[in-house]
């Protein structure tokens, strides 16, 4: 500190100059660094143009790409072309057993106006040494893996093997065939405890393939395959749009895979792949790289449909608005009975609303689309995610003209003094007509013995009530008598196995009498009752066994 306060100017910490000193001009000017110089490469070596694929030369899917067609081929390169039909836009290839289509169960009935992008195969090209799968070849291997062959499958347990099931089901002394048709391949019908042997173990299995919005497109075909290389059965559930008309997907199942349909519930099929199936020699699709671009078709509403001007037509849609819809659709549902509940829904009103909230704009104009085709109606607006329809000038009831009946009201029943009951002759009195649906339920209620017709009308309180009491009596007998199941050693159970053991499954049946769930409990016997002993009506099959006991 004495040091500091011994010099002249005791701040250390002054400021610096404000400006810098003048520079003075006799000297030379400082010299600048030059810049980076730019580097010189030589120039690329062009790679000769190939043909480029027209598939990479996709327009996007957002371009106003419009191109009118006519039924026929609109490309073709040889042998294989795309051509437009009665089932939309279909794909030829040489060879192929069938025109391939994106979707074999949800192509509209009318033909398509134009297509939204250049006509061309969505496949691999044919230069190409193995079906394509998206992925660059493995290198080869150097171990050689035989062919799959479902005649000659390896042994259970095998260390590195996944469970393979064998072919059949045979009888004791039979083997598999090779078979080139669908027939051989099927093999013999299945019998009743057959098939409940092969949908058992898939009730509660979780491996299935799933029916979307699509439906029933060409990449599921070999999907399927690949499910019965290890299993005779495989369990599809359906769901969304293509479950208003489950015989088509059935039919369509069937036809395109070569399998038979042996149980269906709901909106689950099990499809069989046949008792003389073999995966190496099974028929080989190629695969679609990517989804084709849908084509035009003609507009579902228009402004004057069909019958209507367009002033009846606003009128309608006006009404339409408050209507209240006959049901509503879940997203991804099982639309089983829509068609059934939207034609019973007709014979009260000329106008029905489905509600639709919630579901995509593509699902419920594609049901509209259906329902216009199967019930058949007239489509009048989508609005507010709602279809409303109108039944038409040509609809026609599904039941018969209803008779009239006489109001009982206005009927004379008190009779004269004698009690003979006659009616009034007053022509003034009402008539009413009962529902057609109403008839219907009266006819079948008559034919299974739960109603009644008089054909007297004018009967007094105690022949009325005689005549009560004896239909009572047949009604009771009839609903609950049925015939007995009667299990003896000797000729009883053998009879009976021996009778279901001949019967099988018959080869055209019809799609809606499949078996029920009951048919698959597991306290079922499979066992058939003897025709003979069929129990009188007003006994109880108890009765019936224990007189068969008394007489033994």
Known sequence: MRILASLPDGN?????????????????PPSTPPPIPVPKYPPKEQKPKSRPNPAFKLPHRHTRYYKPVNPGVIASDGDRGVTIGESGVSYRLPGAPFEFQYS????????????????????????????????????????????????????????????????????????????????????????????????KPLLKDNRQVNLGRDGLTHNMLELIH??????????????????VDMDNVCRRLEEKTGGKIIFRVGGLVYLFRGRNYNYRTRPQYPLMLWKPAAPVYPKLIQEAPEGLTKHEADE??????????????????????????????????????????????????????????????????FDDEQILMWRGKDWKSMYPE??????????????????????????????????????????????????????????????????????????????HSYPALVLSREDGASSSMAEYEDGSQSENYDEDEFYPEDDFNDDDEFYDSDSSDVVPLGSLPVDHIAERLQRK
């Open 12 to 28: 250390l910490f002054s400021s610096l100059p404000s400006t810098p000193p003048p520079r003075d001009p006799r000297l030379p």
């Open 104 to 199: 074999y169960t949800e192509t509209p009935q009318a033909k398509p106006l134009a297509i939204r992008e250049p006509a061309f195969l969505p496949f691999g090209p044919p230069t190409m040494p193995r079906p394509w799968t998206g992925k660059q070849p493995l290198k080869k291997s150097k171990k050689k893996i035989p062919l799959f062959d479902s005649f000659n499958p390896p042994l259970p347990g095998k260390k590195g093997v996944k469970h393979v099931e064998m072919p059949g089901p045979f009888p004791l002394g039979k083997y598999p065939q090779e078979g080139k048709t669908r027939e051989e391949i099927l093999g013999e019908p299945l019998k009743r405890w057959e098939i409940s042997m092969l949908v």
């Open 226 to 243: 690949s499910h019965w290389k290890r299993r005779r059965v495989i369990k599809i559930k359906c769901k969304g749009v293509p479950t």
């Open 316 to 381: 309608l849609r006006r009404k339409g608005k408050s209507l209240l819809p006959i049901c509503k659709l879940a997203k991804n549902g099982v639309y089983l009975t829509l068609v059934r509940d939207v034609r019973n829904a007709f014979e009260g009103s000329s106008l029905v609303k489905v509600n639709c909230k919630g579901m995509h704009a593509s699902d419920y104009k594609k049901l509209g689309a259906k329902l216009k085709e199967l019930v058949p109606c007239v489509l009048l607006s």
């Open 402 to 479: 209803p008779p009239s009946f006489s109001n009982p009201v206005d009927l004379d029943i008190a009779g004269d003094a004698d009690g003979s009951g006659t009616p009034s002759d007053d022509p003034s009195q009402g008539t009413i007509r009962s529902s057609p649906k109403m008839i219907s339920l009266w006819k079948r209620a008559i034919e299974s013995t739960k109603a009644l017709v008089l054909d007297e009308i004018n009967l007094g309180p105690d022949d009325l009530l005689k005549k009560v009491e004896e239909f009572e009596g047949i009604s009771q007998a009839a609903e």
